[in-house]
């Protein structure tokens, strides 16, 4: 197995049960609040961690209380934290997440200590020690850069999931293996159009494979070597959030165990559909056993 470093956010998720999700200027009474582990990079490493790979977390908490439970988290989950920074003087990153009963969610983020990791955090980082590398767009934008030439330039395998939604520079493209949006993020990345034109613009601009998340509908992938889609297997909705970060990162500890890209986005799109039936995040991430399990009997 490739070890993997997963560069990005780490959160504590505040949620709250909504009837339904509330529209411009409008209050909603809720039913219940929860606190979960989150954050999209915490979210991605901890997902793969679980899928049975040796996993390194770079990001940075504060030494609040909400950053001192998520060491104390990722310890558990045996993820390799020298490149974790621990921030004085600055709050642990936060969000704020309404669920309604069809489990879809609005989200409000606090970024806190995400927005400290600096250009020197990902210098110091040896890219050469891993096999794989994954971004996403919760912390600093130079940062998720650097990082990606540098991981490319170190020989990684290099994921990127463009969330949130942002406009990426184009000589980005090149460094990037797997870029993986869903519908929104890739249309902000490659502009309006049919998805194989889309899939189009960002293969030239050197994409090598792009993933798009379809929620309900499993995953479609496009590269040079042409079209692979994989439905969802049907599992109860209780909770969607998380479940794209969960795909990511079960779909990177995949391919480190050597499965081909069929098989990956099997096993990752299984893993994301078991996730959306549990409450939480990080807390609704199951272990490679059971993911396997369940995509044996989808």
Known sequence: MEPIIVVGSS??????????????????????????AGGKGANQAVAAARAGVPVAFAGAVGTDGFGVEAVRGFEKDGLDLR??????GIPSGTAMIAVDRKGQNQIVVAPGANDSVS???????????????VFQLEVPH???????????????RTILNPAPASQIPKDIFQNVDYLVPNQHELELAAGSGTLEEQASAVLELGVKNLVVTLGADGVCCINADGKTAVPAPDFPVVDT?????????????????GMVLEDALRHAVTAASISVGRPGAQASYVNWGEIREETKNA
């Open 11 to 36: 959160n504590t998720d505040l949620v709250a049960l909504v009837d339904r999700l509330p529209g411009e200027g409008e209050t909603v009474m809720g039913e219940s609040l929860q606190k979960f």
């Open 83 to 88: 490149y974790l920074k621990r921030v004085e």
């Open 119 to 133: 250009l020197t955090d990902i210098e110091c980082i040896d890219f050469s020690e891993f096999g794989i590398a």
């Open 142 to 156: 130079k940062a998720v850069w650097l990082g990606l030439r540098r991981a490319k330039a170190a020989g990684c």
């Open 241 to 257: 959030v998380g479940a794209g970060d969960c795909f990511c990162g079960v779909f990177a500890a995949a391919l480190s165990r």
